[in-house]
T-cell receptor
């Protein structure tokens, strides 16, 4: 069974607008961590933001925020005021204890294109 | 800016060649990872080293052989590869703890794009 689901293969957003990238996850562990990474065409995976399952508040990092809805098992990434440099692949990932301490499970990604 | 470097960035090799990928991290971490990223597939974890000891091998074929001489360096030795091994190979590092932690962030290098002919 797929543990991380990203249902949007591709998204378009106008420059300076906000965009939400969807991520749902599946785990039976009470303790888990959720991560978002950005991968430009150059290939490097860039860490953006982290949300822990016990965190009471949604994580924020600059223009990035995570809309964490635990009951729905969703962890959507919100990018505010999109910039041309935000065009990239975005990956949602999860680590839970059941998967082994060191294994990050990644989704298939969403390709975001920012339109001038 | 990245604290994880990988060389070479691009590699073309024949099926009978032997080559090695190198990864170096400057973050003072103790855990290092190899991932494979194929087109249209999620990132796949290949190997994990924690404090220089291999802790995970996710059923990777023996034609891939990892080596971790110290906590800062990680190699992936390649021999008699197949065309389906063509992919982006990413190295990552994380602080590393004895039991692991769900909040431990992995930091990635730029990857090596490998093409096997």
């Amino acid at each position: 069974a797929q543990k991380i689901t990203q249902t949007q293969p591709g998204m378009f957003v106008q420059e300076k607008e906000a965009v939400t990238l969807d991520c749902t996850y599946d785990t039976s562990d009470p303790s888990y961590g959720l991560f978002w990474y950005k991968q430009p065409s150059s290939g490097e995976m860039i860490f953006l933001i982290y949300q822990g399952s016990y965190d009471q508040q949604n994580a924020t990092e600059g223009r990035y925020s995570l809309n964490f809805q635990k009951a729905r098992k969703s962890a959507n990434l919100v990018i505010s005021a999109s910039q041309l440099g935000d065009s990239a692949m975005y990956f949602c990932a999860m680590r839970d204890v059941g998967a082994g301490s060191y294994q990050l499970t990644f989704g298939k990604g969403t390709k975001l294109s920012v339109i001038p | 800016e990245t604290g994880v470097t990988q060389t070479p960035r691009h590699l073309v090799m024949g099926m009978t060649n032997k080559k090695s990928l190198k990864c170096e991290q400057h973050l003072g971490h103790n855990a290092m990872y190899w991932y494979k990223q194929s087109a249209k597939k999620p990132l796949e974890l290949m190997f994990v080293y924690n404090f220089k000891e291999q802790t995970e091998n996710n059923s990777v074929p023996s034609r891939f052989s990892p080596e971790c001489p110290n906590s800062s360096h990680l190699f992936l030795h390649l021999h008699t590869l197949q065309p389906e091994d063509s992919a982006l190979y990413l190295c990552a590092s994380s602080p590393g703890t004895s039991g692991g932690a769900v909040d431990e962030t992995q930091y990635f290098g730029p990857g090596t794009r490998l093409l096997v002919l």
